[in-house]
């Protein structure tokens, strides 16, 4: 198993940027993937991204370019960096992680409690 905290969210201004971070631990944590979904206000959740124990990194089709996962050469640390704020990225951004990278993308079997992030205008 294993367990996921999310930090650094919070109220911040349209055009600024925010890092979140997401601390995991449990067992043979290089397995595992790791991923961002967020939820906003009224509708689904939705994938952000995801990263690998290699590096390597995939993002959903509206998340590229203001939207960078990455992780410390520790397995245990993945950040998302997310520039030029925009109102409607307010959301709650959640952490995720699965094995299985199909699952990573979609649907993962493990959830952090997730940070709320508020975009101002």
């Known amino acids: 198993q294993v367990q996921l905290v999310e930090s650094g969210g919070g109220l911040v201004q349209a055009g600024d940027s925010v890092r979140l971070s997401c601390a995991a631990s449990g067992r043979a944590l290089n397995r595992y993937f790791i991923g961002w979904f967020r939820q906003r206000p009224g509708t689904e959740r939705e994938f952000v991204a995801a990263?690998?124990?290699?590096?390597?990194?995939q993002y959903g089709d509206s998340m590229k370019g203001r939207f960078t996962i990455f992780r410390q050469s520790a397995v245990t640390v993945v950040y998302l960096q997310i520039n030029r704020l925009r109102p409607e990225d307010t959301a709650v951004y959640y952490c995720?992680?699965?094995?299985?990278?199909?699952?990573?993308?979609?649907?993962?079997?493990?959830w952090g409690q997730g940070t709320q992030v508020t975009v101002s205008s």
């Open positions: 995720a992680a699965d094995t299985v990278v199909d699952m990573i993308l979609t649907n993962p079997g493990y």
């Open positions: 990263i690998a124990e290699s590096g390597a990194a």
